[in-house]
């Protein structure tokens, strides 16, 4: 609640909701008569699901344009698109059918939309990215309900350290592909390019899990030492010397979102073991244990600068980290053991 507030008393702006269009504009004539016709909850998740399937497509290319109204319209579309299978999924008692396969789909389809509209965000200024951030936490809070469909309490509890509601999300895409603005990787994630050549060839599972933990970790060291006024030591020249507060905590949410995507594709790919999967999971939930309080011992600093870009970061790596702690313990609570 503290840093809704900062957030309001330092940007000057509330988030800018576009009105959500009725459903019979957000779908095309065909699905929309589908929909109506249909009377089971799976097929209608079905007919929605890939309706926003379709919008995620168009998205990207529009973003690409910068076609900023078009854009807004689209997402407003999603949210009634997702708004709706709230609905539904909140009039549904059977529990077969929310536990069903396409509930399933529904979920992977929300993880992808939460990704996306985050990479997407910034290739708008500052005050356009309100109509992205409506999707997003939209579509994983729905998620959330989701997955507790799914799996019920297997999800676990919250960090003793946190105070927000967490959201599990196995999953993130991290790095980002070139855009239309030809960015370098290491520009879009603030990884210094040694780091890039070290992901790339940390091929097995817990190696690359532990070279993004150390990037993140880095990225709360040197944080630290910047408000400790402790001088660098090192005979080598700081590697994150230029970097600002803001790409220090975007390097570490975007580090924490690699390992759980590399997790999550070996484990949809079947490409690492399930021994594999719980040490890493671990691993993640052992730092992000240590991260959490880390982070939130931060808010001083963020309050002090008074810098909208700066809080957007942090509020970002705050919802990064309890996102990995409800994506490790979701993980190790599903993932057999050997």
Not at 137 to 149: P, S, V
Request: proline share 5%; aromatic share 6%.
């Amino acid at each position: 609640m503290k840093l809704l507030i900062l957030l309001l008393c330092i940007s000057g702006f509330t988030y800018l909701q576009e009105e959500h269009p009725p459903l019979q504009e957000a779908l095309d004539r065909k699905a929309y008569s589908d929909y109506r016709e249909e009377g089971k909850y799976h097929n209608r998740i079905e007919i929605l699901r890939k309706a926003l399937e379709k919008k995620m497509k168009v998205l990207q290319s529009l973003v690409n344009q910068h076609q900023e109204d078009s854009v807004r319209r689209l997402l407003a579309q999603c949210r009634t698109i997702i708004s709706e299978a709230e609905e539904q999924t909140s009039q549904e008692k059977n529990e077969k059918e929310l536990r069903h396969k396409e509930v399933k789909k529904m979920e992977i389809i929300l993880r992808k939309l939460s990704d996306e509209t985050e990479d997407l965000k910034l290739e708008f200024p500052l005050e356009a990215r309100a109509p992205f951030e409506a999707v997003r936490d939209q579509a994983e809070k729905f998620r959330d309900r989701l997955l507790r469909n799914l799996f019920g309490e297997a999800l676990g509890t919250p960090p003793p350290t946190g105070s927000a509601q967490l959201v599990p999300n196995p999953a993130a895409r991290t790095i980002s592909p070139p855009t239309a603005r030809s960015q370098g990787l290491w520009d879009i994630d603030k990884f210094t390019e040694e780091e890039f050549t070290r992901i790339q060839y940390a091929q097995k599972l817990k190696d690359r899990t532990e070279v993004f933990l150390e990037i993140a970790q880095s990225r709360l060291d040197e944080i630290d030492r910047r408000i400790q006024g402790i001088e660098w030591e090192e005979e080598e020249p700081n590697p994150l010397e230029f970097h600002l507060y803001e790409d220090l905590l975007h390097a570490y949410a975007r580090a924490v979102n690699g390992v759980m995507i590399n997790i999550d594709d070996k484990a949809e790919s079947r490409r690492a073991s399930d021994d594999e999967i719980r040490e890493a999971l671990k691993m993640l939930l052992e730092k992000i244990e240590e991260f959490a309080p880390r982070l939130e011992k931060l808010e001083d600093l963020v309050r002090k600068e008074r810098d909208p870009a700066l809080l957007e970061k942090y509020r970002e790596a705050l919802k990064k980290t309890e996102q990995a702690y409800r994506g490790a313990k979701f993980g190790l609570g599903s993932v057999p053991q050997g």
